[in-house]
């Protein structure tokens, strides 16, 4: 039996048929289905959580090892956190502010690199990286303070949409009823599939290995990425207290071999990597964290409001797109999602009610063009270092160069990486 949570009073077997009703239903219980779910209440809506894993909330990290799940923090994704009062709560000696990034071509020679500053670029950073249990920690202990918001531990087993909203039969509780309903659930989201939107999805062939690390040289509050031959990428993400985190891109093959590897192993790894340009640039490392890996691919979801007659279901986060990590962009996008909706909602006019088709094609358009546009430039630029050709590895190592000598498109990369989002 499923059990809701303190300010969502258990339902049983018995009151099955009392249909429960609210303005929003939100389906997903990862970061930003919950920013979703309590900035909607924080709008004064009447929402519900309903997700699984919601009985259990994620304790905030502490000790000396960092989670497993690290993000990198836009400017846009902090100042939703600020919104919702979130960003000042969170334990900021566990986050670690990027104010450079240096992107290193497969060539190995020293022309063959971008580097973004913050300095150059007028902002304090380029990004945060902190892990992801800090921030569901914290989203888990305010929703006990937003009596708008009621969480479910269940499972939606069928949707069913009408004029007025829609109708969701849970597994253990009663039916709830909602004006809206908000797609969380995932990469995999039965949600999108239930009303038919269909999504284009290509798999990498590849799969992210991550984990933490202790360096012995300073990272010096920089971000690295090495391309190397053969289309792998290795990014070293700067964490607190001389730590990074590391997200390995390679064939699934090389991923599981990389799991078996004790420290010795990885010392000699790190002296031959890259021409041991991450040994010189971090000094030696020593694992932090047990190593694990998730399968990469792309994945667009051809609408983001449906049914497509009569649509009273909004999209967000990996229900809606997934993207290869090279950008760091993943969780950003998802959250842009939520502020774009939060607004959307909040600057309504007062004739419209939150499930009418103008409010929801606005925010379709404006996450679209968002959407593609950072999908397709993370596609091309892991397709192009992926090219074993000579003139790819010419053109992509040349590319960085001739990037990294223009102020203007260096410019107006670090503005797209920073994201706008208006609350006003």
């Known amino acids: 039996m499923s059990v809701a949570s303190q300010n969502s009073p258990p339902q049983n077997q018995s009151n099955n048929t009392k249909i429960r009703k609210v303005d929003i239903a939100v389906i997903g219980g990862g970061i930003a ?3 979703c779910a309590l900035g909607l209440a924080q709008l004064g809506l009447q929402t519900v959580q309903i997700a699984p894993d919601l009985g259990d909330p994620v304790p905030p990290p502490t000790g000396p090892q960092w989670g497993q799940r690290i993000y990198a923090f836009s400017p846009s994704t902090q100042k939703l956190l600020a ?9 900021h000696t566990r986050i670690q502010a990027v104010r450079d990034m240096r992107i290193f071509g497969d060539r190995g020679e020293g022309s ?3 580097h973004l ?8 950073q380029l990004a945060w990286i902190g892990e992801s249990n800090l921030v569901e920690g914290i ?3 305010a929703v006990r303070f937003q009596n708008k918001l009621g969480q479910i531990a269940d499972t939606v087993e069928t949707l069913e949409t009408d004029a007025d909203g829609a109708t969701l039969h849970l597994k253990n509780h009663a039916p709830i009823q909602a004006m809206l309903v908000v797609a969380a659930d995932g990469a995999n989201s039965a949600t999108r599939k239930s009303i038919g939107i269909t999504a284009s999805e290509e798999s990498y062939s590849q799969s992210a290995v991550v984990a933490n690390w202790l360096c012995t040289q300073p990272h010096l509050e ?3 990425q090495w391309f190397l031959p053969g289309g792998d990428i290795v990014a070293m993400l700067p964490l607190p207290n001389k730590q990074v985190s590391m997200v390995w891109s390679t064939s699934p093959e090389n991923a599981s071999d990389l799991l078996l590897l004790k420290q010795s192993d990885w010392d000699s790894k790190w002296r031959m990597l890259a021409g041991g340009a991450i040994g010189k640039q971090l000094g030696t490392l020593m694992l932090n964290s047990t190593p694990a890996a998730f399968p990469l691919r792309k994945i667009r979801a051809n609408r983001f409001i449906g049914p497509e007659h009569d649509p009273k279901v909004v999209l967000i986060g990996d229900a809606a797109h997934v993207m290869h ?10 959250l842009r999602d939520v502020a774009v909706l939060l607004n959307v909602l909040s600057k309504r006019e007062s004739f419209r009610p939150i499930n009418n088709v103008t409010l929801l094609r606005r925010y379709e358009r404006q996450r679209q063009g968002d ?7 993370t596609d091309r630029l892991k397709k192009l270092f992926s090219g074993s050709s000579n003139a790819e590895r010419q053109l992509r190592n040349f590319g960085l160069g001739f990037v990294n000598r223009s102020h203007f498109i260096k410019r107006r990369l670090i503005e797209r990486a920073l994201g706008d989002i208006d609350f006003e």
Request: charged fraction near 15%; charge should be negative; aromatic fraction near 8%.
């Open 33 to 35: 289905g919950k920013a």
């Open 83 to 91: 919104h919702l009062h979130i960003w000042d709560a969170l334990e």
């Open 112 to 114: 063959d690199q971008l």
């Open 117 to 124: 500053s913050a300095f150059e670029a007028g902002t304090p």
């Open 139 to 141: 989203l888990d202990q």
């Open 222 to 224: 920089t971000a690295y």
């Open 325 to 334: 990590p090279l950008a760091g962009q993943g969780l950003n996008l998802g």
């Open 371 to 377: 959407t593609s546009a950072l999908l397709w430039v």
